[in-house]
């Protein structure tokens, strides 16, 4: 809006009256106050009254928004002369106030006298001044003319001049927020308004090109108003160019049009994407406007028509006639163009109508209408090939039919539900299944009719699981029209409707009653199985505590025989006595460990140990054995070996010891080596391989394998000849299993055999257990007071020479009541707990003297069953420790030498 200082204002418009937005008059003109006098302040009520319209106007601000097109006459009141003005309301954002613009209604000269009007008292622009000259005229008729005119003449030129400064003025606003300037043709700067400025300085204006296009203007004098599109930053605008060749300048005008520009590219990148969409679709795609002239359509479209023009071609065209044109493409011509115009004159959407075409292809149509506003601005055709689609759906329905021939025929039985479980289609077979007829069925809720009490919650479940799309199988028992109860495999599946809605379900139903009766006859027998395999193991720990008893009296005996004064030939024949028994130890231990391996409940226990002291151990045990049979037995580390790690050093040494032993069994002459390999070492592990290497008979290829089968050897003449159980590499084989690797086997038939294993072991700490410089020997350990529970005479026996050698007192009792009886009576230091016992067992007493008598005497039981899990059972019963039988000297003088350090 252009804005112009009050006294410019005021020239332009001399009738003009403002209101505020309470109607009070603000300011009017000078023209219209020689009329009206000093109204200012006053309601527009108090100066005015309508004439027109007078009805469809009020009083009322809103009002006056509401009427700025219209032509209003109002009439003065209670002046000196009552005077009619013809004007229009025009609104000011700026002040939220009303302009009326107006002239007064002047029918007579003599009315301008009256109010001491004068024809400057016009605006130049308005037309009442040519109706006054009329007037004049007519009354000054007798007058000189001539005279006259020139005073007229006088006074217009005057106006124009000053009209002229007006519109100069109004060209170059500084308020204007777009630029405005005027430039010589020597492209001289004689005028820029703000605007102007701003794109001189930050746009370098002066320095564009537009300026080379004005210069060639000037040159070819081509003085026509002209317009430029030009970019200036980040902005566009359009350059207006008006030259005033007489004068020698240009004004220049420039309209910021980026909002336009941009929005003209965004029309045109959506068009462009519409249009590569509407060209890429698998569809023909027309559409028309009202008149049915082609506003865009593709390629598809004209291949699926047969018309030979590029669908760019077609845009404009006519396709009134178009139905005529290509009804002989179809099987049915006269129904093709009938549907057409019935669709056209219905104007409703139309999907999915299947059409016909003389050459095979079957089409789908789509009708769109578009509506504007509620007003019809055309439609748009949608045809695809579904030929492919249509004929898989009627072999889709001829598959279906035989399927269900089929499923008809098969022995499953089928039931469809609704969402409540009502039946609402049975196929024959279920009927068989049941007992119960097509028509006693249809219309009944399946739950309630078949399922039992105890499975209404689990169908309930089921339902729920199928009407949230899931498909579920699950067994469950449903009562025939006989009574009989029969079990079923149930494999159920929502049915979906073609909004893709569950609508019931479908239930397959396989008759596994025969089977029912097989598995519960395999538990019955996996039962027995079970408890077969308990009475197993009981068995076997009975039978471990029955020969581990009497073996601890006969080793602990002849260790202590031994030690006594013996001539040669006793000291021959306890010797005998000894290696037999411990021959007879190793016997019973490979078979306990077997059974462990083969119930799976093979315990590993991981501590630190370190590689030196294993290898020591293995010296003292089967360095004799190597010496008797004068066999060299070599021991070989790897330098790179770490020497510490955590692992399950007992079972370690109990594969080595029986991979050794086998070596020297079955070695005459030569060597047995044992070699500890460091393969690979990382971070906080290394791998580590253990290979033992002999120069014995051999083994055949073909029977590498079976060398570690229970009770196995090479052949039958290996057990004559060498003795052994063939459980040892069986239990070693076990055991490296468990260790996660692997025994292999490398052997020449008299030549020798390696046996080797790879195990994965972390590091290990140098901190590792061991005795302090005061040996057993050299405790005096004779104010210990011991209570020894055992009730074999033999082992008494040897707990006496034990203790008495060390001149320990003690009390030894044979059987929990009586260690009860004697911890009630006497203080003791120590309980060495025999486990199985007559009258009260050693598990039963220590838990009584635990909790019922609250002593914490520490207990250590004897047993012969020494597992992870046995020592988990004797400490929850309140023990301590445990010895396990046969026990050595030095292992029950290390548990009383514990006791003595604390």
């Known amino acids: ?64 928004l509401e009427n700025q097109n219209t032509i209003v006459i109002l009439e003065s009141i209670d002046y000196p002369i009552v005077t009619r003005f013809r004007g229009q309301l025009v609104y000011e954002n700026n002040s939220n106030t009303i302009l009326y613009l107006n002239s007064p209604w002047i029918t007579e000269t003599v009315d301008l006298g009256l109010h001491n009007l004068l024809i400057s008292d016009f605006a130049l622009h308005d037309t009442m001044t040519d109706v006054l000259q009329v007037l004049r005229s007519k009354e000054i008729v007798n007058e000189d003319l001539m005279t006259l005119n020139e005073e007229l003449l006088d006074q217009r030129d005057e106006l124009i001049k000053k009209n002229d400064e007006i519109v100069e003025l109004s060209k170059f606003p500084e308020q204007n927020p777009y630029g405005v300037l005027r430039i010589s043709f020597k492209r001289q700067i004689l005028y820029a308004n703000p605007s102007a400025d701003d794109l001189i300085e930050n746009h370098h204006l002066m320095e564009h090109q537009v300026w080379d296009e004005i210069e060639s203007k000037i040159f070819q004098k081509e003085f026509q108003k002209s317009e430029i599109t030009i970019q200036l930053g980040d902005f566009f605008y359009l350059v207006t ?64 028509f047969n018309i030979p023009v590029q669908a760019e071609h077609l845009v404009g065209a006519d396709c009134s006639e178009s139905a005529e044109q290509s009804k002989h493409l179809f099987k049915n011509p006269e129904g093709f163009v009938a549907s057409i115009d019935q669709i056209l004159k219905n104007k409703k959407p139309v999907f999915g109508e299947i059409l016909y075409m003389a050459n095979g292809i079957i089409l789908e149509r789509d009708y769109i209408p578009v509506f504007e506003k509620g007003k019809y601005n055309g439609h748009i055709w949608k045809y695809q090939d579904v030929t492919n689609i249509v004929q898989s759906k009627i072999s889709l329905q001829r598959t279906e039919e035989k399927y269900r021939k ?77 009574g009989e109860l029969k079990y079923f495999i149930i494999s159920g599946a929502p049915i979906y409707n073609d909004r893709n809605e569950v609508v019931g379900s479908l239930g397959i139903h396989l008759d596994i009653s025969e089977r029912k009766k097989l ?6 027998a996996k039962e027995l199985a079970i408890d077969s395999m308990k009475m197993k193991e009981l068995f076997l720990a009975n039978i471990s505590h029955e020969i581990r008893t009497p073996m601890n009296a006969i080793i602990g005996l002849s260790e202590v025989l031994l030690e006594t004064n ?93 991979l050794i032993n086998n070596s020297l069994k079955f070695t005459e002459k030569g060597s047995v080596k044992l070699e500890i390999i460091a393969l690979r070492t990382d971070e906080r592990e290394q791998l580590v ?27 039958v003449t290996i057990s004559r000849k060498y003795g052994g159980t063939g459980l040892g590499l069986s239990i070693s084989k076990g055991i490296v299993t468990a260790f996660k690797s692997k025994i292999i086997v490398e052997s020449k038939k008299n030549v020798g055999s390696t046996f080797y294993f790879d195990l994965l072991l972390p590091f290990g700490t140098q901190d590792l257990p061991g005795n302090d410089d005061k040996t057993y020997s050299e405790v005096d350990f004779q104010d210990l007071k011991l209570l020894i529970a055992e009730d074999n005479k033999f082992n008494q026996m040897l707990i006496k020479a034990i203790l008495d050698k060390l001149k320990i007192n003690y009390v030894i009792v044979e059987n929990g009541l009586q260690a009860l009886d004697e911890v009630r009576k006497n203080e003791y230091d120590l309980i060495l707990m025999d486990i199985q016992m007559p009258e009260m067992d050693g598990l039963t007493a220590s838990e009584k003297i635990r909790n019922d008598l609250n002593i914490h005497i520490p207990i250590i039981a004897l047993t012969a069953n020494a597992g992870k899990e046995d020592e988990r059972i004797y400490l929850k019963s309140g023990m301590n420790g445990y010895l396990s039988k046969p026990f050595k000297k030095e292992e029950l003088f290390e548990k009383l030498y514990i006791l003595y350090k604390k």
């Not at 332009?12 to 008059?25: A, S």
């Not at 010797?575 to 016997?587: W, Y």
């Not at 590689?611 to 790897?638: C, H, P, T, W």
């Not at 253990?690 to 050897?713: L, N």
């Open 406 to 482: 089929i499923i008809e025929n098969l022995k499953f039985g089928l039931i469809e539900v609704d969402n409540d479980e009502n039946i609402t289609k049975v196929y024959p077979a279920f009927c068989e299944l049941i007992g119960y007829s097509e028509e006693e069925l249809l219309g009944k809720n399946a739950s309630e009719l078949f399922s039992e009490e105890e499975d209404l919650e689990l169908s309930r479940k089921e339902l729920e699981a199928r009407l949230g799309g899931k498909s579920n199988v699950y067994e469950r028992k449903i009562r025939t029209k006989e």
């Open 566 to 658: 013996l001539d040669l030939e006793q000291n021959k024949f306890v010797h005998a006595i000894k290696v037999s028994s411990n021959n007879l130890l190793s016997l019973i231990n490979d078979i306990l460990d077997f059974s462990k391996i083969e119930s799976g409940k093979l315990e590993l226990d991981a501590v630190n140990f370190s590689v030196k002291d294993l290898v020591q151990n293995l010296k003292e045990i089967l360095g004799l054995k190597a010496r008797q049979k004068s066999l060299d037995l070599i021991f070989e580390l790897d330098p790179k070996l770490n020497l510490v790690f955590v692992f399950d050093s007992l079972k370690i040494s109990q594969v080595l010891i029986n």
């Open 689 to 715: 391989r253990f290979a033992v290497t002999d120069t014995g008979i051999g083994i055949d290829e073909d029977k590498i394998e079976s060398i570690f089968d229970d009770f196995s050897q090479e052949d």
């Open 1 to 64: 809006m252009i804005l112009f200082e009050e006294d410019i204002f005021d020239r332009i418009f001399p009738f003009y009256v403002q209101f505020d937005d309470q109607l009070k008059v603000r300011k009017l003109g000078h023209s219209l106050r020689k009329i009206l006098g000093d109204i200012e302040s006053k309601h527009f009520s108090e100066v005015f009254k309508f004439v027109r319209p007078r009805l469809s106007i009020e009083a009322k601000f809103n009002s006056f």
């Open 519 to 524: 598995e519960d006859e395999l538990i019955k």
């Open 241 to 304: 160019i008006v030259p005033f060749q007489e004068k020698k300048y240009f004004n220049i005008y420039f309209s910021n049009i980026t909002e336009l520009i941009n929005s003209r590219r965004s029309f045109e990148e959506t068009s462009s994407r519409l249009f590569t969409l509407i060209e890429s679709m698998n569809s023909g795609i027309l559409a028309e406007d009202v008149n049915r002239k082609i506003l865009v359509t593709n390629q598809m479209f004209c291949q699926l």
